[in-house]
């Protein structure tokens, strides 16, 4: 699970607004919990963290030697040991995927997000640039919501820490209320409150900290030309196979133990035969 989440442009009691929304997203991750404020630009970042990798060394934030960058970090980085191999290896205090996201950004900018494989939402202050990123996964996986009422930004991965804030300004979005009775969702960016929006998968904020306008933008996209040249039947089926052996094995990146609840279909039992097949941790 793990959350984040944080408030931008806040004047009045923005510590104790901050701890609300800490404590609103507290049971997503009741190991560990970390705050950032920065009173001159007003700004108050939080997380609450499920220890899974890097137990101790995973805590939150995240924040570089100069302490201009502060990294706050929901979700798994399957590939964060190749990266350290790739790109880190003189440094080898590194032992978790939040910490290789903070090294990452130091040394290739933003652009660095085209190199992660994994499930995330991540918010990066960046004082030099008086910016703040906040930034969703390919697919969407992990939930980021934002508003922007009173001139200023709050953000979480919870839209229920936002409604704490914004109690007298929430209002129903009726159009998102009409999408969801006929189609069953709520499409993006859109979600039920008028005030509240989605942050859109592949997609990342940043966020102007003297004036709070922001642009978003797309840091990913599918390649809809590529093509397979073969598509005979068993080829198909040993890349299909292939690709699910990888995606288990990269999920299963742990520094806890994992187990498999079962719910008795195909799927569930497929990804337990491949693990028990492939894993060491038996």
């Excluded at 991750?29 to 609450?48: A, E, V």
Aim: contains cysteine.
């Amino acid at each position: 699970m793990c959350g984040i989440a944080g408030i931008v442009g806040e004047k009045y009691q923005i510590k104790q607004k901050l701890r609300l929304l800490n404590k609103s997203i507290f049971h997503r991750g009741p190991d560990d919990n970390g705050f950032y404020l920065d009173k001159d630009f007003l700004i108050g970042l939080t997380s609450t963290r499920l220890s899974i990798i890097g137990l101790k060394e995973g805590a939150q934030p995240k924040i570089s030697k100069n302490k201009k960058v502060i990294v706050f970090f929901n979700g798994e980085i399957f590939n964060y040991k190749e990266l350290i191999k790739k790109y880190l290896s003189k440094k080898k205090e590194i032992k978790s995927d939040t910490e290789v996201i903070l090294e990452l950004y130091l040394k290739f900018g933003i652009s660095f997000l085209k190199k992660l494989n994994g499930m995330f939402a991540i918010s990066i202050y960046d004082k030099k640039k008086k910016s703040l990123y906040l930034v969703k996964d390919r697919f969407g996986i992990k939930p980021l919501y934002y508003s922007t009422i009173n001139k200023k930004i709050i953000f979480s991965s919870e839209i229920n820490s936002i409604l704490n804030l914004i109690k007298d300004k929430k209002s129903l979005n009726m159009q998102s209320v009409s999408n969801y009775l006929t189609m069953g969702f709520i499409n993006s960016p859109n979600t039920i409150y008028q005030n509240i929006h989605k942050i859109e998968p592949a997609t990342y904020l940043k966020i102007n900290l003297n004036n709070l306008k922001f642009v978003k933008k797309k840091w990913w996209k599918i390649n809809g030309k590529k093509k397979i040249a073969n598509t005979q039947n068993n080829f198909l089926i040993k890349k299909i196979e292939n690709q699910i052996i990888k995606s288990v094995k990269l999920w299963s990146v742990s520094d806890v133990p994992i187990s498999f609840l079962l719910s008795g279909g195909f799927d569930s039992g497929l990804i337990t035969a491949i693990y028990s097949k492939y894993s060491k941790k038996k």
